[in-house]
């Protein structure tokens, strides 16, 4: 079974996300899964969390 990402990872993602980088480009530098930024980001974007 795979290892849950911490809180932190998540802001830091969707920090990068919102300051400009894409979906797929902030997957690639913090090294998780393109669906994972995609799903992080469009939950941030629907509800704020």
Known sequence: MSRAYSCDL????????????????????????????VRWHRVWRDHGE
Do not use: E, P
């Not at 969707?14 to 690639?28: E, N, P, Q, R, V």
């Open 10 to 37: 998540r802001h830091r993602v969707l920090d990068a996300i919102d300051g400009g980088l894409s979906t797929h480009k902030a997957a690639k530098r913090f090294g998780i899964g393109v669906a994972t930024a």
